[in-house]
């Protein structure tokens, strides 16, 4: 019986245990989207490190018949998550966009464009003038996720008031439509809408204060919340809701 098989850069989103020493794990690869597989003994003390979420490796996958689960076989590459082992904040960030990304992600639908993004994110997150200042890594992370939303068909509509027009003074984002709101058109509605940071906007541009990522995490945790995973019954991944709590507590 001919068996199907293909190779592929991959990153490692999450790691499973299956049995005693295997793991089904999951990739998101360049061109075949987020993909899971059966790693044997990827538990085991030699494999184990291959699997770690947030890897980057060349992967190799073969089954009997196209929608089976598979095997993997792993060669690694580089390990963005041993890179951060010493800087907790930035590792937050990193374990975030992987469980978003893991729990967002139809199976098997190639993003070849957000492998990219994610790629470039965790590489940004090594890279210490980025990261000694959670502005700048934590506006990286909220323009991911704007971009996430947008790859799955949800693109927030930031470049024009939706009530007037105008492309200045846009301040908020309404909940029910996606669409930027002026300052002058949304103050008889501010307690309606979200906030919406100058910086997820602007292309390049750092958020000013640990305060305003915030404010882009919870703009883009709701529609995250909205479209992805409510209609799911599901909820935002915990590692999101820790990021969320160690860019609150440098605020403090």
Not at 158 to 171: F, I, K
Request: net charge negative.
């Amino acid at each position: 019986m001919p068996t199907m098989d293909w190779s592929d850069d991959a990153i490692v989103l999450s790691a499973r245990r299956h049995g005693e020493t295997s793991a089904i794990v999951t990739l998101l690869t360049r061109a075949r989207g987020a993909h899971a597989g059966l790693v044997k003994g990827g538990f085991s003390k030699r494999t184990r490190p291959t699997v770690e979420p947030g890897n980057r490796v060349h992967a190799s996958w073969r089954a009997r018949l196209a929608d089976h689960l598979g095997h993997y076989h792993l060669e690694a590459i580089h390990s963005h998550g041993a890179q951060l082992l010493d800087a907790p904040d930035r590792l937050a960030g990193l374990s975030a966009a992987l469980a978003v990304c893991a729990a967002a992600l139809p199976e098997r639908e190639p993003h070849p464009a957000l492998y990219e993004v994610l790629g470039a994110f965790l590489e940004a997150l090594e890279n210490d003038e980025i990261g000694r200042r959670v502005e700048a890594w934590g506006s990286l992370y909220v323009k991911f996720e704007v971009g996430l939303l947008q790859e799955l068909g949800f693109r927030l509509d930031l470049d024009h008031c939706a009530a007037t027009g105008a492309t200045e003074g846009l301040v908020w984002v309404s909940p029910k439509s996606g669409r930027a709101v002026s300052r002058e058109a949304g103050i008889p509605y501010e307690n309606q809408l979200l906030a919406l940071p100058a910086f997820v906007r602007e292309e390049g541009a750092v958020a000013q204060s640990p305060g305003d990522v915030l404010q882009g995490l919870k703009l883009t945790g709701y529609f995250l919340e909205r479209h992805l995973f409510a209609p799911h019954d599901q909820h935002l991944p915990q590692a999101r809701a820790r990021l969320v709590e160690r860019v609150l507590a440098s605020t403090a």
